[in-house]
């Protein structure tokens, strides 16, 4: 058995290979053409935030803030965060800035590492890439359609098909504190038959048990109260709307009435995108969010609407993968630069710099000195034409070039090499 190094990625950390990253860049690309269509600018924030911020604004009864943060305690003493999420630090960066102050809906757009300390599995990872659309400033519920249509566009766009959408309403502090009340009588007279979990949540958020995963909690789940039974009328109409325009983009949605989302801050639409495999094997949603309008005035700002979502690369990827996705690869160099004797390899990085900045591609070996090493290389990428600069060539600054089809070699002037190789390739 061959030994495993000494030193292994974190556990549920992992590297981004060279042969990831076209996963990670398609991504991307998609998501920053979608973001650039909806007028949605680019932000980044710190990797680290303060850990009063995820306590406030996810909410200390979550299992994020209680289970999954990696905290720190810094030399000066203060508690930092590695998050979790994005979208407390996306409205931290809103009310510090003063976005409140620009046009309204601020739209902002976000791809970049998260961290929950989880128990590693399919799809969940300790370190894992977020891509995250907020809008900020805006109560229509034509802006919850539009969300969902823009991550359920950029999961159509990097070919995703079976996708089912899930959708609820969670009210707002008008009619969801009456539904808690209905909850808690619910389970309380139940609680015996609640996981340890649950117990807890019973007492801190009632809300939360309907997150649970535990399958003797599920099958209470489904005979406890609906919220959208209870929902005010504001919230009734905000959601009725939100459906509306869904059904007029004709999006695939399923009504899920006990889906609440892991974190406290959200009002009114709560969303879950999903992919049917076809494998059946489950590892979660691949993106999620919904309506938060009550999250900038609990950080300090002003009653500020706001709306978002957020989906899972790593999660993304791994649907890709099991579709055996092909990505176009780019064209291979046509030149390969072959060089004999030190004056030729010295003169080489000037050659490799004339052909980049033509825009012409092309191959060495700079590390050989063996001519058939090099060739023989030369033929492994296939390439049409091999320039060789030897020991003669170099003094007389001149250089060959030979066409690897025919065999049939020809010397011109070294300065005038890009010029003679660029007649060849339009040939
Ligand atoms: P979330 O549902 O916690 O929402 O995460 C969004 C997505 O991140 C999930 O649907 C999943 O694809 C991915 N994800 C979450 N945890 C993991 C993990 N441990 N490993 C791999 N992927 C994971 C949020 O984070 C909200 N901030 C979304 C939002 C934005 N709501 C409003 N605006």
Redesign the pocket.
């Known amino acids: 058995m061959v030994k495993k190094p000494k030193f292994q990625s974190p556990t549920g950390m992992h590297d981004i290979l060279p042969e990831e990253q076209k996963y990670f860049q398609r991504i991307y690309k998609v998501s920053e053409n979608i973001a650039n269509f909806y007028g949605f600018k680019k932000i980044d924030t710190p990797i680290l935030e303060e850990t009063e911020l995820f306590l406030k604004g996810i909410g200390i009864a979550t299992d994020i803030v209680g289970k999954q943060m990696f905290t720190l305690r810094t030399k000066g003493g203060d508690y930092l965060t590695l998050r979790p999420?994005?979208?407390a630090p996306v409205a931290r960066a809103y009310l510090q800035h003063g976005m409140f102050n620009l046009p309204q809906p601020v739209k902002l757009w976000y791809f970049g590492p998260c961290f929950?300390y989880?128990k590693p599995q399919l799809?969940?990872?300790r370190q894992?890439w977020?891509l995250?659309f907020?809008i900020f400033g805006e109560k229509s519920p034509l802006i919850d359609a539009q969300i969902i249509q823009i991550f359920y566009n950029i999961l159509r766009e990097i070919r995703l098909k079976n996708l089912i959408i899930k959708i609820n309403s969670i009210g707002d502090s008008q009619c969801r504190p009456y539904y808690k009340k209905l909850l808690t009588s619910f389970f309380r007279s139940r609680e015996a038959a609640l996981c340890s979990d649950c117990k807890r949540r019973l007492r801190e958020n009632p809300l939360r048990i309907l997150d649970c995963k535990e399958e003797k909690c599920r099958s209470l789940i489904s005979r406890a109260p609906q919220m959208l039974d209870h929902l005010c009328e504001e919230c009734h109409n905000h959601f009725r709307e939100v459906l509306e325009f869904l059904d007029e983009i004709e999006l695939p949605y399923h009504l899920d009435p006990y889906l609440v989302?892991?974190?406290d801050y959200y009002t009114k639409t709560v969303f879950?995108i999903y992919e049917e495999s076809e494998t059946g094997r489950t590892q979660?949603?691949?993106?999620?969010?919904?309506r938060?309008d009550g999250l900038v005035k609990l950080l300090g700002g002003k009653e500020t609407p706001a709306c978002?979502?957020?989906?899972?690369i790593?999660?993304i990827i791994g649907v890709m993968k099991e579709k055996g996705m092909k990505f176009l690869e780019s064209a291979p160099p046509k030149i390969f630069l072959a060089q004999l004797g030190p004056l030729a390899k010295r003169k080489s990085l000037k050659i490799l710099e004339d052909f980049r900045k033509q825009r012409i591609l092309i191959s060495e070996s700079l590390g050989r000195d063996s001519l058939k090493a090099q060739l023989s290389r030369a033929n492994k990428i296939g390439v049409k034409y091999v320039l060789i600069l030897g020991q003669k060539e170099a003094l007389e600054d001149t250089i060959i070039i030979r066409d690897m089809a025919t065999g049939r070699q020809e010397i011109v002037k070294l300065e005038k090499v890009v010029k003679e190789v660029e007649k060849r390739l339009k040939k």
């Open positions: 999420e994005l979208t929950r989880e799809g969940r990872f894992f977020q995250d907020e989302r892991g974190l879950e979660g949603a691949l993106g999620g969010g919904g938060y978002g979502g957020a989906a899972g790593e999660r």
